[in-house]
């Protein structure tokens, strides 16, 4: 199947540092979705990226879809402790959504 | 309230057992599917369905099986044969195509001991 790897695999930080992570497709995507799970919890959709060189935002939180839909990336500014998860992009093929394997956050008060 | 619902959210079978979880959905979604996700490997697909009475497998089907009877059910089985079954089990459902952004259910945490 399609090969969504994501890096890295784990971040921790200190509140108020900045935080990225960075996804990458073995194929062309149609789309890129973003989605958050806390601790003990189920992914919960963030985002959806369509177009080439696309930039969304939410509040601290910048998405960015590659020129050749390729990759993507998840920024996030200065932290808090309410962004601990694991924040997962997912590339759609056909009708299969296939996730990368997660970036954990961890932030330090 | 619409929404997506698994059960049991915590499921204990003996080895050697077939052991059944259900996904249920009200959402009106034609796109359902099931991941399994285990300590840093992310969610793995394992059987999706783009509608009632067909679906395929994802990249981890063996040992699994599926069935689409209804447009909002859409049940997984665990059989013996699967030999490392232990795992957090997620289903999800979306409208189809681009722009389907999924919906999950809460998980099904199922041990085999």
């Known amino acids: 199947g399609q090969q969504v790897m994501q890096i890295p695999q784990y971040q921790h930080v200190q509140e108020g540092e900045d935080f990225t992570t960075y996804c990458n497709s073995s194929?062309?995507?149609?789309?890129i979705q973003w989605y958050k799970q806390r601790p003990g919890g189920h992914p919960v959709f963030l985002i959806q990226?369509?177009?080439?060189?696309e930039v969304k935002k939410q509040k601290r939180l910048t998405f960015q879809f590659g020129e050749a839909k390729k990759n993507s990336s998840l920024h996030i500014t200065a932290t808090q402790t309410t962004d601990v998860g694991t924040y997962f992009c997912?590339?759609?093929?056909?009708?299969?959504?296939?996730f990368g394997k997660g970036t954990s956050l961890l932030v330090t008060p | 309230d619409g929404g997506i619902t698994q059960s049991p959210k915590y499921l204990f079978r003996k080895e050697g057992q077939n052991v059944t979880l259900s996904c249920e959905q009200n959402?009106?979604?034609?796109?359902m599917y099931w991941y399994r996700q285990d300590p840093g490997q992310g969610l793995r697909l394992i059987y999706y369905?783009?509608?009632?009475?067909?679906?395929q497998k994802g990249d981890i089907a063996e040992g699994y099986s599926v069935s689409r009877e209804k447009k909002e059910s859409f049940p997984l089985t665990v059989t013996s044969a699967q030999k490392n079954p232990t795992a957090f089990y997620l289903c999800?459902?979306?409208?189809?195509?681009?722009?389907?952004?999924?919906?999950f259910g809460q998980g099904t945490r199922l041990t085999v001991v």
């Open positions: 999800a459902s979306s409208h189809l195509g681009v722009g389907g952004e999924a919906f």
């Open positions: 194929t062309t995507l149609s789309n």
């Open positions: 990226l369509v177009k080439s060189g």
């Open positions: 997912a590339g759609l093929t056909g009708y299969a959504l296939n």
């Open positions: 959402l009106n979604h034609d796109a």
């Open positions: 369905s783009q509608i009632v009475n067909d679906f």
